[in-house]
């Protein structure tokens, strides 16, 4: 390796090894896009290769790209995102008390803004056919932290609710008078956490100890780490090339506040505030690109779901005992030279979300067994076939151009919108994870700044999008919706040898 090479390839890889890879949640929990330049253009890389992370979206473009390396450091803010509750939950005509769980009306937002997110790639031609690589990035992520109050901290059921209000000062575990009784955000009924007073029959608390509250902050922060090796090898007169990676996986989940489903859950030590688990794991990636002739270029990609180790700590939260693998994606893109100035280009994503239970799952089912049966049926939490987030496939539709000013410089845009990720009747559980984004509309240049040297920023801007609906199973009549608004600043450094 040349010598001038060795100090800032060095110092890129322990940056991106130190810096763990947070919250990116714009298509489903995907990014738009990897590479400066491709999230500049909407995240179109499948057909045209620009740098050394498309082999993110693509690893046969790798063979297009020379001998380089990138990196790259992102500011993403989601920021607003979380939920709202209303006031139209099912009240008791006798009592004046919820009839069963809810959540206290209003808005919950989450906290935590600013995130930074690393990434990194190198790329070797071995001989004039062939090439090998390595790219580290974030494939996605979750942060949500409902610091304010916990979501979840009035699900006990009716009677054991204290009602404060005006002259109302009963004791815990009995039904107050609901005369003047008025439930609205600073004034919710508050769940009865005393365990001295007893259980049914002998006494009217069937929330023993809080087990049923939820007494701590809400949130997930979930956070994956990708390290893809691509082998390319060109076919033919050159103008095609091939490419197979190895890709390796870390993630790690943190989740608190859901202590109301332990209840609910066949491992009730393993559903909330177990602090940071992690997982392990690995896939596959194949790519083909083609230049068809000097203006129109193919490309298409598979990379395999990746087969991940189980969150043993979240065993009781997720389907199937811990399962969380990571969806398969499948790209195809088209590039077009308009001009010699002038490049469009046009990629068309799947994000196989269907095929993991844990998100996949449905949420929309009657819980009232996990809760009264012993043994649990396999749809309870943990369970075989347990509760999901309810998340469908997702299809992305990306349009980006590239303008080339000048030889050295280049203005880039572009715009993307992809498919809902769930319906309004799994809302409630997606509280901790608001990923209702559908629109990128993004901007960029690049400036070759030497013969070797090339510097990128790209903007991205997700319009904030709502997700409304009841959750019938768990809060009944209960309406309410989650959102999310996003922005991305990304800079770049693309070194050529």
């Given at each position: 390796?040349?010598p ?164 109302m ?18 004034n ?5 956490t ?32 990708f ?24 993630q ?24 940071t ?44 005992g ?75 539709f ?32 997606n ?67």
């Open positions: 390796m040349k001038t090479l060795k100090w800032p390839l060095t110092a890129a890889v322990i940056a991106c090894a130190s810096v763990p890879t947070l919250a990116v949640a714009t298509n489903g929990y995907f990014s738009h896009g990897w590479g400066t330049k491709s999230k500049a253009m909407a995240g179109v890389a499948t057909a045209l290769p620009q740098d050394t992370l498309v082999t993110a979206t693509n690893p046969a473009g790798m063979a297009f790209v020379g001998n380089s390396f990138d990196v790259a450091l992102a500011f993403f803010n989601p920021s607003s995102r979380g939920y709202k509750a209303n006031n139209d939950f099912a009240v008791d005509p006798n009592s004046g008390f919820p009839t069963g769980p809810f959540i206290a009306p209003g808005e919950y937002d989450s906290e935590g803004d600013w995130f930074l997110i690393p990434s990194f790639g190198f790329n070797y031609e071995i001989d004039p056919r062939s090439t090998i690589g390595i790219s580290v990035f974030g494939n996605g992520g979750m942060n949500t932290d409902y610091r304010d109050r916990p979501v979840w901290e009035n699900f006990a059921g009716a009677p054991n609710q204290l009602a404060i209000g005006p002259g000062t009963p004791p815990p575990g009995t039904i107050a008078s609901p005369n003047g009784f008025l439930f609205t955000e600073t919710p009924p508050m769940p009865v005393d365990p001295n007073v007893p259980p049914p029959p002998n006494g009217n608390n069937i929330n023993p100890g809080g087990f049923l509250t939820a007494t701590t902050s809400t949130g997930v922060n979930l956070e994956q780490l390290i893809e090796i691509p082998y390319t090898m060109k076919l033919g007169d050159g103008k095609q090339s091939v490419g197979i990676a190895p890709v390796f996986a870390i790690s989940i943190e989740i608190k506040g859901l202590q109301p489903f332990r209840a609910a859950s066949l491992y009730p030590d393993k559903v909330t505030n177990n602090g688990d992690w997982s392990y794991g690995f896939g596959v990636h194949l790519g083909w690109y083609g230049e068809l002739t000097e203006q129109l270029a193919l490309g298409m990609s598979y990379r395999t779901k990746m087969w991940m180790s189980d969150f043993d700590d979240y065993k009781g939260l997720f389907a199937d811990g399962e969380f693998d990571i969806p398969a994606m499948f790209n195809f893109g088209v590039a077009f030279k308009a001009r010699p100035d002038l490049t469009l280009a046009f990629d068309y994503q799947r994000i196989f979300y269907d095929e993991v239970s844990s998100i996949s799952n449905s949420n929309d089912k009657d819980l009232t067994p996990c809760f009264t049966e012993n043994p649990k049926p396999a749809f309870c939490l943990g369970g075989k076939d347990g509760l999901g987030f309810g998340w469908e496939s997702m299809d992305v990306k349009l980006g151009a590239r303008y080339d000013y000048n030889e050295k410089l280049s203005l880039l845009g572009g715009v993307s919108y992809n498919s809902e990720f769930s319906s309004g009747r799994q809302a409630l559980f509280i901790l994870a608001p990923a209702t984004i559908r629109w990128h509309l993004t901007l960029g240049a690049a400036y070759r700044a030497t013969e070797q040297d090339e510097l990128t920023l790209a903007f991205s801007y997700m319009p904030e999008e709502k997700l409304s609906g009841t959750s019938p199973s768990i809060t009944q009549t209960q309406s309410g919706s989650i959102y999310m608004e996003q922005m991305d600043i990304q800079i770049g450094w693309n070194r050529r040898f």
